[in-house]
């Protein structure tokens, strides 16, 4: 959507810009930045993310940071199921209530989860198939990476996040912001941009682009490594991603020499730097950390 385009709602159960600040009046709420909250008030906007995340009637979604629903509303227009994680108590308090009211013939394949997403090991109803989220900016990346490694039957992913971030997220090597976002997403998922969203589609509207991002389901690179193994070299290698592979994995090594010792057993050279790898070269450089090295 560009930004002279004015946001409509084609649905009256879907809710539009009035709706979403009447609802934040009565409830008192007022969107905070501590916890990332933009409100979509565009209803042709949260049908876009459903569609792009290929959302079908088979599907279980899970979704992290509700919100006010109007995402939520959107995707129990299409979904099977849905289970919203939410951390703020008063909006999980009243987002059952905005269900029951706009969608009542969909209330009963409605679930909400009162917490912190990064707390969250286990969901009711069905397995989740599809993560679908407007997630907050400020915690989006690990956010993103802890549903993937908790609920592995989440095959489709489609997130919302800040435009760098969403430009990080799905970069390849070589890429001047491929970093540790991108090699610990790719180790789940092929990673794609999927569209930029306007500003004036949020109330309050950000000071920063949003963009989407898909992910689709793959195996993880075939490696003896196990992921945290991987990704402790991936954190390593990026930590001081100016310097040569052979020098920022010192530490993890135990010292420069083993560190190319290590880079040699996996076929790369010491000169180059985490930019340029991709997760299965990550892994391969740790399946040769050398032995008696914690």
Do not use: C
């Amino acid at each position: 959507m560009s930004s002279t385009e004015e946001p409509t709602t084609p649905d009256s159960h879907l809710l539009g810009a009035s709706d979403i600040r009447e609802l934040a009046a009565t409830l008192g709420v007022k969107p905070t930045k501590q916890r990332g909250q933009n409100f979509v008030i565009d209803g042709n906007t949260v049908r876009r993310i459903v569609r792009a995340g290929g959302v079908t009637a088979e599907d279980a979604v899970v979704e992290v940071g509700p919100g006010l629903g109007s995402l939520t509303l959107a995707l129990l227009e299409v979904a099977e199921h849905v289970t919203a994680v939410e951390i703020d108590p008063l909006l999980a308090q009243h987002l059952p209530t905005t269900i029951a009211a706009r969608m009542p013939e969909r209330a009963g394949r409605f679930d909400l989860v009162l917490s912190d997403a990064m707390e969250v090991t286990e969901l009711p109803g069905p397995p989740p198939t599809a993560l679908v989220a407007n997630l907050p900016y400020n915690v989006a990346v690990p956010v993103l990476l802890h549903m993937l490694a908790t609920f592995p039957s989440i095959e489709r992913t489609l997130v919302m996040v800040q435009s760098e971030v969403a430009d990080r997220l799905a970069a390849k090597p070589g890429n001047k912001v491929y970093g540790v976002p991108s090699v610990k997403a790719n180790w789940y998922a092929d990673v794609k941009r999927a569209g930029a969203i306007g500003r004036n589609v949020f109330w309050p509207a950000p000071n920063v682009d949003s963009g989407l991002v898909s992910l689709i389901r793959r195996e993880p690179p075939k490696t003896t490594a196990t992921r945290q193994e991987v990704f402790a070299v991936v954190d390593a290698a990026f930590a001081q991603r100016r310097k040569t592979l052979r020098a920022a994995l010192a530490g993890w090594a135990g010292s420069p020499a083993a560190a190319e010792e290590a880079l040699r057993g996996a076929g790369i050279d010491h000169t180059l730097r985490g930019e340029m790898l991709t997760v299965e070269q990550f892994a391969a450089i740790a399946e040769h950390k050398p032995k008696g090295d914690s």
